[in-house]
Every structure is written in structure tokens, then in C-alpha cells.
């Protein structure tokens, strides 16, 4: 088995080539195919991806929905300074918390900004006091637990003054359209800090072909965390303790794939995602049903259990799902195509453009 190194995941990638808007439509992005039987690369557009599947393949979706993660508020000053009146008048500084990860009802995984500023009994306050958040645990890599005190419902709350979590690479403040198109069309559960990217090319027209042609469709739910995007810190790759994410797979949907499999069907997974859930619930021959939290790490010399074909967006470099595609493709295959993206002027990450491979 070959060793490899962090370096051996690095590419050089030019800024402009980094998605800042998606496309116009969702299925106007272009398809990169590789063929890994007879090492052929094509590029294409996406409302073209269902005329390189057969009508036996099953397509695996991540139904997870993205939240407006990203809340702006100010830090309150103690009741009894004297500057302290009402709501309006108690604020202090603006702070930044990008929600990580629920815990229960009312508390929170959260990253704080500026953290330092903010100790434990510390409050901050959000539109007026709609949203009041309390700094409770200072935990590891600058995460705060959060105990947030609201009225009605918190996720209501939420879509009413929360921001798009778009990733760090994206240089420009949300708007409203990233509401709607960092967003699935398929998402149902919501829980997700960051979209799962390979389904954002998809749209209504295209999911209806793909019933049309009898191309089956299942799901599962796999809700996307920051740690999606810590970079790997460790030299040699298998060293790297991978994150962990919450996922699910329905009873309906581990029974449809088993039968797929046993009829010598192709499973479709769109997104890292869900070959991270599909993997993750495989054991003794068979796909299994469950929810439960994984950290499976998928890198060259993996071997696929579930997953036939992959639909991907273009990843960081030095990134586990840089990795999880490169041994899906193969290294020395996938090293070629991103190579060849990159000449060919195609987009990349979240708003970028997405590979096919077969």
C-alpha cells in the first residue's frame, strides 16, 4: 500500500478559477466525466449528467438543509454599568457566533468572534432582544457552548435574522439569493452548517428526468459540519484524525439500495457526503439502517463497499475530501483531471462546476 503525504494533495489553483457566484442556472455548470476504465476525460454540461447513467443506476441524495448559521449580534454590558438602560442602549461591541452544532433545545456548539473578548456568563445580544445567547463552556480548537433564551421557535428565529454560511473562500458577504441557491432543492432536514455542494446543480426539471427514465432515487441525511473544511494538519495523511459528522439512513432506503446491489445495480452517490453515509453504514455484506455519529476517513487504498459512481464538485487542495475523491478515481487519474480543470477554465468549490466518475 503506498504512503502518502500531505504534499501529495497540494495544487496550485489561480483565485479566479475560485467560484465567487454559481452559474445563472443550476444545470448550466459544466460536467467534467472521467472514465476511469479507459482513462478518458470529457467535459460537458450538467443537464447532460443523466445520458452518462443507465436506467439501472440508483442516485443517492443528501437531503440535509442548510441553516442560516451566521448570526451578528452585540456583547451586552453588565446591569450595573451605568450605561446600562434597555435593550437599545446595553450593546456592546459587535460578535460574530456561527452556529456548529445542537446539543439540546436551547444550547449550542458555536464558534464566537472575537472569542477572547467574550468569557464564560458572558451575554450577547441579537435584534433587539429577539435572540439573547450566554458564553457557558469554553471548549478545544476556540468552539463556545452557547445557552440561547428565545421565545416561539428558535429555527423561525433563525430564517428571520441569520446569515447564508458561505465558506471562507467565497470573498463577499451573503445576500438574499444565497438563501435560495446555496440550498438544495431536495434538502428536508434542516441541521447543516455548509451545503453539500454536488447537489446544488441539480434542479426540478432534472430530477423529473431522471423519474422519467426510470433512474431510481433514494436518500439520506448526513448534516454537514465546519470541520468539513479544517485543513489536515498532520505530514503523513493516515496520521490525520478525521472529524465527525452526524448522519441517518432510513429503513426504506438501506432496503432499496440492497436490492439494487443484489440485482448487480450501480449506486449513484451525489456528493462526499453521502459516500461518507453510504460507507460509513455498510457492515457484514450489506448496507444497514441507523443513525449515529461517523468519522470515517476515506483516502487512497480505501475500498468502496457501496458506492459505483460519484457525482463531486472540484475540492481544496490538502482537504479529506480531496482525498475521498482521489481514491474513488484513482490519484494519478484525479491529479490529471484537476490539472486539465484547471486549463480549461472550469470553477471551482461550492459555486463552482461538478465531475462525474464512472
Known amino acids: 500500500m503506498t504512503h502518502y503525504k500531505l504534499s501529495d494533495f497540494d495544487y496550485y489553483l489561480p483565485k479566479e478559477r475560485i467560484a465567487q457566484y454559481p452559474s445563472e442556472k443550476r444545470t448550466d455548470s459544466k460536467l467534467m466525466v472521467l472514465n476511469r476504465s479507459d482513462k478518458k476525460i470529457n467535459i460537458d454540461k450538467f443537464f447532460n449528467v443523466i445520458n452518462y ?39 456592546g461591541g459587535k460578535v460574530e457566533v456561527f452556529l456548529l452544532e445542537q446539543i439540546d433545545k436551547h444550547h ?20 433587539d432582544g429577539i435572540l439573547t ?79 422519467e427514465k426510470k433512474i431510481e432515487i433514494a436518500t439520506i441525511n ?64 450489506k448496507l444497514h439502517s441507523g443513525r449515529k455519529w461517523t468519522d470515517i476517513f476515506i483516502y487512497p487504498g480505501y475500498k468502496f463497499k457501496i458506492v459505483d459512481k460519484l457525482i463531486t464538485n472540484f475540492h481544496l487542495p490538502r482537504s479529506t475530501l480531496l482525498m475521498l475523491v482521489s481514491a474513488f478515481a484513482g490519484y494519478d487519474f484525479l491529479k490529471i483531471a484537476y490539472k486539465k480543470a484547471i486549463e480549461e477554465n472550469l470553477r471551482f468549490y461550492s459555486y463552482g462546476d461538478a465531475m462525474l466518475i464512472l
Open 53 to 91: 447513467l443507465d436506467k439501472s443506476d440508483l442516485l443517492v441524495l443528501n437531503e440535509t438543509k442548510v441553516i442560516p448559521a451566521r448570526l451578528i449580534g452585540k456583547k451586552l454590558i453588565h446591569p450595573l454599568s451605568r450605561f446600562y438602560r434597555d435593550y437599545r442602549e446595553q450593546a
Open 108 to 127: 449550542w456548539k458555536c464558534l464566537v468572534k472575537p472569542g477572547r473578548r467574550l468569557k464564560v456568563g458572558n451575554k450577547v445580544i441579537f435584534e
Open 133 to 211: 445567547g450566554e458564553i457557558i463552556k469554553h471548549k478545544k480548537q476556540g468552539e463556545r457552548i452557547v445557552k440561547f433564551s428565545f421565545e416561539k421557535d428558535f429555527f423561525a428565529i433563525l430564517d428571520k435574522i441569520g446569515k447564508v454560511p458561505l465558506p471562507p473562500y467565497i470573498k463577499r458577504e451573503a445576500i438574499p439569493f444565497d438563501k435560495i441557491r446555496y440550498q438544495t432543492i431536495f434538502a428536508k432536514e434542516k441541521g447543516s452548517v455548509a451545503a453539500p455542494t454536488a447537489g446544488l446543480h441539480f434542479d426540478k426539471k432534472l430530477i423529473k428526468n431522471f423519474k
Open 222 to 285: 448526513l448534516k454537514v459540519g465546519l470541520d468539513t473544511f479544517r485543513p489536515v494538519s498532520t505530514s503523513r495523511i493516515e496520521n490525520h484524525k478525521m472529524h465527525t459528522e452526524f448522519c441517518e439512513v432510513s429503513q426504506a432506503t438501506a432496503k432499496k439500495i440492497n436490492i439494487a446491489k443484489k440485482e448487480g445495480k450501480k449506486i449513484v452517490a451525489v456528493g462526499t457526503t453521502t459516500v461518507r453515509t453510504l460507507e460509513s453504514f455498510f457492515q457484514n455484506g
